[in-house]
C-alpha cells in the first residue's frame, strides 16, 4: 500500500471536511451541499477502487458523512418550516382578499384595519364607565346593543358600514382590544367631561378621527365618520 496514495486521499478528505467546519458559521446552500456530497461520494469511490483500508481515511469519511447527515437533516427542517409559513402566509393573504372584497362592495367607505380598531373605540367611548374597562366579550355585546340606537340612520352608507364592521368583528376575533380598552381609558375624563360642550366634542372627535389616516380619502371618510357618529351621540343625549 501506497503511504502516498494515502497522504494525497487524506489531504483531500481534510479540505472537504474543513469546508464542511465552515458550514456552523454560513449554513450551506442546497447546491453547496449536493456538490460536497457528491465530492464525498466519489472519494469512497477512489478509495475503494485504490484498496486503501487505512483506519485514518475511514474516521475522515465517517465524520464528514455524519456532518453532511446533519446539514441534510437541518435543511429538509428549514425547508418543511418555509413550507408551512409559506401556507400559512397564503391562507392569511387570502383571507385579506376576502375582506378587501367586502369593503370594496361598499365603494371604499372604509379600510378594514385602520377602521376596526376605531370604529370599536367610537362605538365602545359612551359606555366605558359601565363596562369599567370590561372584557372583549363584554365589548362586543355593547356593540351589539348599541347598533340599534343606529337603525334609523338615514344613509345606505351606514347602514353597510355597520353590516361590515359586524363582519369584521367576527372574522378578526377581537383584535387589539387591549390597544381600544387603553385609548378609551386614557381619554375617558375627557369625552365625558365634554360631552355637553359642542365645540369641545367636535375637536375631540375630529383629533381621534385623524389616527391612522395619512391621505385624502381617508381625511374625507374620517370627516363623514364624525358626522355620523356626532349625530348618533346627540340622540342618545336627548
Known amino acids: 500500500m501506497s503511504e502516498e496514495k494515502i497522504d494525497d486521499v487524506l489531504k483531500v478528505l481534510r ?11 454560513t449554513p450551506p446552500t442546497t447546491t453547496q451541499l449536493d456538490n460536497m456530497i457528491g465530492d464525498v461520494e466519489r472519494c469512497e469511490e477512489l478509495v475503494e477502487a485504490m484498496v486503501l483500508d487505512n483506519k485514518s481515511i475511514r474516521k475522515e469519511l465517517v465524520e464528514l458523512r455524519y456532518q453532511l447527515h446533519l446539514e441534510s437533516v437541518r435543511q429538509e427542517k428549514l425547508s418543511s418550516k418555509l413550507t408551512d409559513e409559506i401556507h ?3 391562507a392569511l393573504t387570502e383571507e385579506v382578499a376576502i375582506l378587501k372584497a367586502e369593503a370594496n362592495k361598499t365603494e371604499g367607505i372604509l379600510r378594514l384595519y385602520d377602521l376596526t380598531v376605531m370604529f370599536n373605540y367610537y362605538f365602545t367611548m359612551p359606555v366605558i364607565k359601565s363596562l369599567e374597562y370590561g372584557s372583549w366579550s363584554e365589548l362586543v355585546e355593547k356593540y351589539k346593543a348599541l347598533r340599534a340606537d343606529m337603525e334609523d340612520a338615514d344613509t345606505v352608507a351606514a347602514k353597510e358600514l355597520r353590516d361590515l364592521q359586524s363582519k369584521i368583528n367576527l372574522r378578526l376575533g377581537g383584535v387589539d382590544v387591549d390597544n381600544i380598552v387603553n385609548i378609551s381609558s386614557t381619554r375617558h375624563d375627557i369625552a365625558h367631561s365634554d360631552l355637553c360642550s ?9 383629533d381621534i378621527a385623524s389616527f391612522r389616516f395619512g391621505d385624502a380619502e381617508h381625511q374625507a371618510l374620517a370627516s363623514a365618520m364624525v358626522t355620523l357618529l356626532q349625530t348618533v351621540s346627540r340622540r342618545r343625549m336627548s
Do not use: G, P
Not at 359642542?198 to 375630529?206: D, G, Y
Open 15 to 25: 479540505s472537504l471536511r474543513s469546508r464542511a467546519d465552515d458550514w456552523k458559521t
Open 88 to 90: 400559512k402566509r397564503m
Open 198 to 206: 359642542a365645540a369641545k366634542q367636535e375637536k375631540f372627535l375630529n
